[in-house]
């Protein structure tokens, strides 16, 4: 086989196209630049050419399975929507009422925020003038610390 360098796509389609037809035949017969033991080694085009391939085949591999997550997502919204019908709700409600004991909501139920008891604080905290301050007595500068 005579390879150019002139359009290494042609090259690169002849090279598959005799390895493809050698292994269909069961022939051992050279048929790239470079072979040992089954092994053919690619002229640098030949790999570019082989890596892009590969490439596309991810990205076409990964866009199916896009494809297929976004219909399961799809479908398990559309489940969730169904199961959470209010008249459903509504009907498990009632037939349950005996063993969960729910009721419905009432106004009465809701109140406001200045309704909730919040705890005393028995003794008053220091003010934080800085923002390093810590809580508690802070020593003077002037002293040193002893541990």
Same mark, same amino acid.
């Given at each position: %086989? =005579?390879?150019?360098?002139?359009?290494?796509?042609?090259?690169?389609?002849?090279?598959?196209?005799?390895?493809?037809?050698? @292994?269909?035949?069961?022939? *051992?017969?050279?048929?790239?630049?470079?072979?040992?033991?089954?092994?053919? =080694?690619?002229?640098?085009?030949?790999?570019? =050419?082989?890596?892009?391939?590969?490439?596309?085949?991810?990205?076409?591999?990964?866009?199916?399975? $896009?494809? /297929?997550?976004?219909? @399961?997502?799809? $479908?398990?919204?559309?489940?969730?929507?169904?199961?959470?019908?209010? #008249?459903?709700?509504?009907?498990?409600? *009632? =037939?349950?009422?005996?063993?969960?004991?729910?009721? +419905? %909501?009432?106004?009465?139920? !809701?109140?406001?925020?200045?309704? $909730?008891? !919040?705890?005393?604080?028995?003794?008053?905290? +220091?003010?934080? $003038? /800085? +923002?390093?301050?810590? %809580?508690?007595?802070?020593?003077?500068? #002037?002293?040193?610390?002893?541990?």
């Amino acid at each position: %086989m =005579i390879i150019s360098n002139s359009n290494p796509i042609k090259n690169a389609a002849k090279l598959y196209g005799e390895q493809t037809k050698a @292994a269909k035949s069961g022939s *051992t017969a050279k048929t790239g630049p470079v072979q040992q033991k089954d092994e053919v =080694i690619l002229s640098p085009e030949a790999q570019e =050419i082989s890596l892009a391939q590969q490439a596309l085949k991810d990205v076409a591999r990964l866009n199916a399975e $896009i494809a /297929d997550l976004r219909e @399961a997502l799809s $479908i398990q919204r559309a489940e969730w929507a169904y199961l959470n019908r209010p #008249d459903r709700l509504r009907e498990l409600s *009632t =037939i349950n009422f005996d063993r969960l004991g729910l009721l +419905p %909501m009432q106004p009465e139920q !809701f109140g406001h925020a200045s309704q $909730i008891a !919040f705890p005393v604080v028995e003794e008053e905290l +220091p003010l934080i $003038i /800085d +923002p390093v301050d810590v %809580m508690g007595e802070q020593e003077p500068a #002037d002293q040193e610390v002893t541990p």
